[in-house]
């Protein structure tokens, strides 16, 4: 008996192994070889390495002026040095003037209209209703509060540096804040420079801003390295505080295409500033302090995909330096002043007014920043828009420069401005081009 049953435990073994062989062969990776001791492991990869913070979060830079470098490279550059000379020799509306002539010049070439009469030539070749391009109600206060700045870019519309010295006064800063709480529709509140934190006016117009619309979304428009000069080492904790909307300009992720743009040493200046932004919890998720950055291209061509491109921002500074935010906006670079004359010493402005041109979008134009914005220059002249208050472009006059054009002591409320028409002139395609720059 014993032994008739380790007969059946032999055979029931048997055919077990023999349906498990033939299971196996169905197996595509039951192949390991039966000489183990020749399997060798291979090491696991090693992680990225992480981002050396502390290499870029740069503390001793506290209180240490950008101011001498960028006075001492603009003592050199020759392009500086030709517009200083022509604003002596041909002042400020003249130089405007001229500028515009150029613009106009290159359009004419091309056969092309005025840019009021483009958008209604393309609005009749499409299926959408024709727009007048009448103001709406506006939903931004934007406040140029001066033109001081630590830095001199090459492709700054208000042609900003640390010569430049006019600020926007208390007085005029308190009727700006007066128009602010009387204008119900207006949202949001978009402080700009220069380097806007550089002005005298700026806490005081923030505080007031906030104490005033509680809710309103304040913008500070940072250059970043403005967080390192003297007497702005809390300038994070203010605006913190105050729940300021940080929007930063970063047009490049490497150092080489920012200092060429921007002027020496302010790439690590402004990684180093981010990280601060960033300890302070400024864009972190769920913090609700907003960090957004602004890109704007080196030279005459289009910004990349805004999308794609934020993508790319948020890969490279995160791996490289640690750094997050919420929002990547593109910019494309407006035909005008310092960027206006690098075209025209390159002789690419015919070929940059083409390739707006050549770009325009109709899509862009109900969301044109002149629509819904109003913006006031450091003296209370008022304007459609930071590029017309630097071409002299004021509401409700129709003269450049005007002395005596509207201020911001002759009106209460913007609302009052609804009636006003836009004015448009040929730099206005830099806002179409693309997917626009608004």
């Not at 117009?205 to 428009?221: G, Q």
């Not at 002789?347 to 109900?366: A, C, I, K």
Request: net charge negative.
């Amino acid at each position: 008996m014993l032994r008739s049953n380790n007969i059946l435990r032999k055979l029931r073994r048997h055919l077990q192994y023999t349906q498990l062989r033939y299971f196996a062969d169905k197996l595509p990776d039951y192949k390991t070889t039966v000489n183990v001791a020749d399997i060798k492991l291979s090491k696991p990869p090693r992680p990225p390495p992480s981002p050396k913070i502390s290499k870029w979060r740069r503390k001793d830079l506290h209180g240490q002026t950008l101011i001498s470098s960028t006075l001492a490279e603009m003592e050199v550059d020759e392009d500086f040095k030709r517009t200083l000379n022509d604003l002596k020799t041909m002042g400020k509306k003249k130089m405007t003037m001229e500028e515009r002539k150029n613009r106009r010049r290159a359009l004419d070439e091309m056969g092309v209209p005025s840019f009021k009469d483009f958008v209604s030539e393309s609005f009749s070749r499409s299926s959408s209703p024709p727009d007048p391009l009448n103001r709406h109600p506006t939903q931004i206060l934007q406040l140029n509060v001066g033109l001081y700045c630590n830095q001199a870019c090459g492709h700054c519309h208000v042609e900003s540096s640390p010569r430049r010295k006019e600020m926007m006064s208390l007085e005029t800063a308190d009727h700006c804040l007066e128009i602010l709480e009387n204008s119900k529709n207006v949202n949001t509140l978009d402080i700009t420079g220069g380097a806007p934190e550089l002005q005298s006016s700026f806490r005081y117009i923030v505080e007031e801003a906030r104490r005033l619309r509680p809710d309103i979304d304040i913008i500070d428009r940072c250059n970043l390295t403005v967080v390192h000069e003297p007497g702005q080492e809390d300038l994070i904790d203010f605006l913190k505080e105050h729940k300021v909307h940080v929007i930063a300009s970063l047009p490049c992720y490497s150092s080489k295409n920012v200092n060429q743009q921007r002027g020496s040493g302010v790439f690590d200046r402004s990684i180093s500033a981010l990280l601060a932004l960033n300890e302070a919890g400024y864009g972190v998720e769920g913090s609700g302090l907003v960090l957004d950055l602004v890109y704007n291209p080196l030279g005459a061509f289009l910004p990349p995909p805004q999308e794609a491109l934020e993508d790319k921002y948020h890969s490279e500074l995160q791996e490289n330096f640690g750094i997050t935010f919420n929002n990547l906006y593109t910019m494309t670079n407006m035909p005008v002043k310092r960027f206006a004359d690098f075209l025209h010493r390159r002789s690419e402005l015919s070929s940059y007014m083409e390739l707006l041109v050549r770009n325009f979008n109709l899509d862009t134009v109900d969301n044109l920043m002149c629509r819904n914005t109003v913006s006031v220059g450091w003296d209370g002249k008022i304007y459609d828009c930071d590029f017309n208050n630097q071409l002299g472009f004021a509401v409700g006059s129709e003269k450049v420069f005007d002395e005596n054009a509207k201020n911001v002591e002759d009106v209460k409320s913007l609302d009052e401005l609804i009636e006003d028409s836009i004015k448009f002139d040929n730099h206005c395609y830099g806002c179409t081009a693309g997917m626009g720059s608004s």
